[in-house]
């Protein structure tokens, strides 16, 4: 392509090391629709013939059908897209061809297709998330009257229900599609027409080929323009986020699917035996999901640390950039989709969980807010409970078994509704604040995913 200033060719492990096409090849289709707005502008504009322009179309056109029917292959020799789509173009259409790259350079056309790519990708991942979090409300709704404790400190703390911890995971699911969203509205900008850096002298309408893209405008500095890639670091702290949520939710899966917890089991499909102990089930996909976590932001990481340096406009570090998002993108993607299935057909083990609610005094806070609503101070109720948990360990009960006397021994204010009071039933029944655990708040928590998502 530049060998007009070169004596010698590129050595031949440099060329290998320079070349971007093993990862860049994905965004052929982005590349041609660009390039196809881009001629189209240079045409209206006067700066090359209409009839170029058709041979143009044409021979684009041919190439992204022949792409994607398998007829054409791309050459991995190529150094990048971007060469290999316009070398094509020279070879299907002669000359013609080679006016395709007036008024553009490879640094906005890739800053171009890197956009237009994430912008479908994200859409499928949105849907994605959405689909995820309207199947994680579904299971919530079928599981709003199931009782389990509730953890803090992974400590039994207070009785929730299942359904009401689930729809903590699709309220984070339904931030970070808006986080996405949010990031996408940003990135939605054309870059193109930027050129190498400086702009150009051609007389070119950088608005007419953003409008043909859908853009929301143009990259108001054509500097910055091709050497932003923002957009890339918000969207892979946007998947970030996103992969720490299911990081924590499959981290709760493994666990409650544990022998020791049995609130749930996975689905023969989405779990793996041992190859030596015939015993087991293993969380495998879970795991993976979690493991990936720290891949997602390793890349982010990766292309933070590759940009602090660089100074402005475009250089050769930044094409660092795709491999990188490109992996969360991947990764997001086969996250999501291993995690829906996932879900849904976990079963839910409602008499384990119920079990577990009876143990670790989880209704003490309610049985303080028992004697504070019969007027005594709350730190005053708050302390004769402890004691009174404390007799019971020493007793071996729990607070619904032991006897109204002995209550009694401790406070005057305590009668027999005490124990209706407490029972795990009330607890859960009587959290009626919203966002709250009771049957009518998780039901309205429900409803509030469906419309945010639908
Ligand atoms: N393959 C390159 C990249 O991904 C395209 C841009 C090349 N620009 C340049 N001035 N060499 O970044």
Redesign the pocket.
Known sequence: MWSGRFLKELDSFADDFNS?IHF?SRMYAQDIKGSIAHASMLAKQGIITESDLAEIIDGLTSILDDINSGKLEIDMAA??I?MFVESELTKRIGDTGKKLHTAR???D??ALDIRLYLRDKCEEIVELIKELALTVADKAEENKTVIMPGYTHLQRAQPITFGHQLMAYAMMLSRDVSRIKDAVARMNYSPLGSC?LAGTTYNTDRRMVAEKLSFDGICMNSIDGVSDRDFCLELMSAFSILMMHLSRFSEEIILWSSWEFKFVELDDSYTTGSSIMPQKKNSDMAELVRGKTGRVYGDLIALLVALKGLPLA?N?D??E??EAIFDSVDTVIMCLKVFCPMVRTMKVKADNMYRAAQGGFINATDLADYLAKKGMPFRSAYKIVGQIVAQCISENCVLDELSLDKYREHSELFEEDLYGEISLETCVSKRISEGGTSVESVEAQVAYIRNELN
């Open positions: 971007s860049d150094e990048d971007h350079s490879r640094n056309q890739v190498a475009y050769k930044m094409q950039d795709k």
